[in-house]
Structure formats: structure tokens, C-alpha cells
């Protein structure tokens, strides 16, 4: 299934509120400019706007605009997290409506120059199973951890393939606490914020299995002390986790515990919504 966008402007009708969660997003005021300005100005309207086609991608998140129309918040393999306005696609007879869900693989194309772009083309690729139940509500924290702590524009090409095998993962009912432990260390990682857990930051050598530390989210893991209140892991757990390797129940209890205080340190304390349905619900 695929779908071009008709690239004129919508004819405007009266207008209305955005969507409550979205931002408006406002341009620079026009205001009369002479000379070599003017002449600037006059050149870059001429710039020929960027194109961009088929690019893999899936959309994280969606936002009412205007009448018709939505915004809409996309994870693209090589541009990262892309905004883009998708013209019309709240009309009944709009192909659209049919493509742009989450958890599904698109092809997309977009062009403009400002940090908010024109869907130009869109393009269902398929080939993965569908989320269901719970796992549903596995991938939207997946995309809200993505919407929060992605800038936009920031390409992360392996975080979106591991995004790729997390959902292949989910879907076919892998263990899902131990398929998102290993997403959120990989996204703190990408982002550049994940400290180096297999290494002791006071002594420099690698954290011993059978000792007791905290990490700092700034630098790393030290030896716990009395009257520290952040959770306390052991050497083994920090390895098991840099190792990818969760069998052992207590490394799943105290990953579970760190990356919970690790997400919320570098989130500066903003509420993840559908992980606290996750810890009342299924005390994940």
C-alpha cells in the first residue's frame, strides 16, 4: 500500500485548537526588510526544499492539526526522530488513515527545510507480526522512552535496528522485561548519557562479581555506602547487563531497580505514563 501527498497547501477553513499534548509550532513574524537583507532573504526562498524518499521508519506518536490534518512524530533509520505534517489524512477517504500506525514499517518521504516537514509519500512495507495484549503496551513505552530522550534530527541507526528486533522480540513473546532491559541500556548508550557499568570509577579496575555498588549516572559505579539511597547492585549484575546477560533472576530484580533510577535521573525526573501502567499492572 503507498500513498503520495499532494503537495499544495489545504485550503484553510476557520480555525481550530490543536490537540491538547501538542505544541504549536509558530514561525518567525514578517516585517518589511531593505537592501542586502532583503536580497538574503530572496535567496535562500530560492533554495530548493529538501527531499527525502523513501525512508524506513515508524511512527512513535500522532497530534491532531488543524481540521484534517495531523502531526506526526516518526523514528526514521538515518534522520532519527522526524516531525512531520500529514496534510488531509483525518479525511474519511484518505489513504493515510490506513498507514500511519505505530509498530508498523513504513517507507517515507518528506520535504521542507524547517524542523517540522511535509509528508510527501508514505509507503506500508509489512513483514512483521503485529503486537498484541500486553506486548501493545510494551511498544508504546518503547516510543515514549524514544519521544523523550530523542532530540530530533539526531540519527541513531543501530538503535533504530535494535528497535526493529525489540518489537520482532516482543511480538513473539520473548521475555519482556528482559527484552526491555536490554533497550533501555542500548537507548542510554546511543543518547551518549550510559555510563561504563563493567568498570569501577574510584579504583579503575573492572567492578569485582561479588562486590556491592551504586551507580552514579554521571560516572559510573562505586562501592556502596551506608547511607546511600540509590539502589545497590552487585559486580555480577553489572556485568551480566554490559554482557547482555539476564538468566540470573536476581540480575533481572536489580536491573530492573537500576534502570528505573537511571531513566529517571536522565529524564530529570518527567513521569514515563505507560511504564507507571506497566508497574501497576504487571509489576514489570
Same mark, same amino acid.
Given at each position: ?5 499532494? !503537495?499544495q ?21 514578517? !516585517?518589511?526588510v ?5 536580497s ?13 524518499? +523513501?525512508?524506513? &521508519? ?9 481540521e484534517?490534518s495531523?502531526i506526526?512524530?516518526? =523514528?526514521?533509520? $538515518? ?6 505534517? &500529514?496534510?488531509? &489524512?483525518? /479525511?474519511?477517504?484518505?489513504?493515510? /488513515?490506513?498507514? *500511519? ?16 516537514h511535509? *509528508? ?13 495484549n500486553?506486548a501493545l503496551?510494551?511498544? =508504546?513505552? @518503547? ?8 532530540? /530530533? ?7 533504530? $535496528? ?7 522480540? *516482543?511480538?513473539?513473546?520473548e ?5 526491555? /532491559?536490554?533497550?533501555e541500556?542500548?537507548? @542510554?548508550?546511543e ?5 561504563? @557499568? ?6 579503575? +579496575? ?18 556502596? !555506602?551506608?547511607?546511600?539511597? &540509590? ?16 538468566? $540470573? ?12 533510577? @537511571? ?12 511504564r507507571q501502567?506497566l508497574?501497576?499492572?504487571?509489576? *514489570?
Amino acid at each position: 500500500m503507498s500513498m503520495h501527498v499532494d !503537495r499544495q497547501d489545504e485550503a484553510t477553513s476557520s480555525s481550530s485548537a490543536l490537540n491538547e499534548e501538542m505544541t504549536p509550532v509558530s514561525g518567525e513574524k514578517s !516585517r518589511g526588510v531593505s537592501g542586502s537583507r532583503a536580497s538574503g532573504d530572496r535567496s535562500r526562498r530560492q533554495e530548493p526544499e529538501n527531499r527525502i524518499l +523513501h525512508q524506513p &521508519a515508524f511512527v512513535l506518536h500522532r497530534y491532531l492539526y488543524k481540521e484534517t490534518s495531523l502531526i506526526v512524530e516518526v =523514528f526514521t533509520r $538515518d534522520y532519527g526522530r522526524v516531525a512531520l505534517i &500529514a496534510k488531509g &489524512a483525518k /479525511r474519511a477517504h484518505s489513504r493515510l /488513515r490506513g498507514i *500511519l500506525h505505530t509498530f508498523q514499517p513504513l517507507s517515507l518521504g518528506w520535504s521542507g527545510r524547517s524542523e517540522l516537514h511535509n *509528508l510527501i509519500a508514505a509507503e506500508w512495507v509489512g513483514g512483521m507480526t503485529p503486537l498484541e495484549n500486553s506486548a501493545l503496551l510494551y511498544g =508504546f513505552y @518503547l516510543n515514549e522512552l524514544l519521544l523523550k530522550l530523542l532530540a /530530533r534530527e539526531d540519527p541513531h541507526p543501530a538503535l533504530f $535496528d535494535h528497535y526493529v528486533a525489540t518489537l520482532s522480540r *516482543l511480538a513473539n513473546t520473548e521475555s519482556a522485561p528482559i527484552v526491555l /532491559r536490554k533497550f533501555e541500556l542500548s537507548l @542510554l548508550k546511543e543518547t551518549g548519557v550510559a555510563a561504563d @557499568l563493567s568498570v569501577c570509577t574510584e579504583s579503575g +579496575h573492572p567492578v569485582e562479581p561479588d562486590e556491592i555498588y551504586v551507580v552514579e549516572p554521571e560516572s559510573g559505579p562505586r562501592p556502596a !555506602r551506608m547511607n546511600d539511597t &540509590a539502589p545497590r547492585v552487585s559486580g555480577k549484575t553489572l556485568r551480566d547487563m554490559m554482557d547482555e546477560d539476564y538468566s $540470573d533472576p536476581a540480575t533481572q530484580m536489580q536491573s530492573k531497580l537500576l534502570m528505573r533510577f @537511571l531513566l529517571a535521573y536522565h529524564l530529570g525526573g518527567e513521569q514515563i505514563k505507560t511504564r507507571q501502567i506497566l508497574i501497576d499492572l504487571m509489576q *514489570l
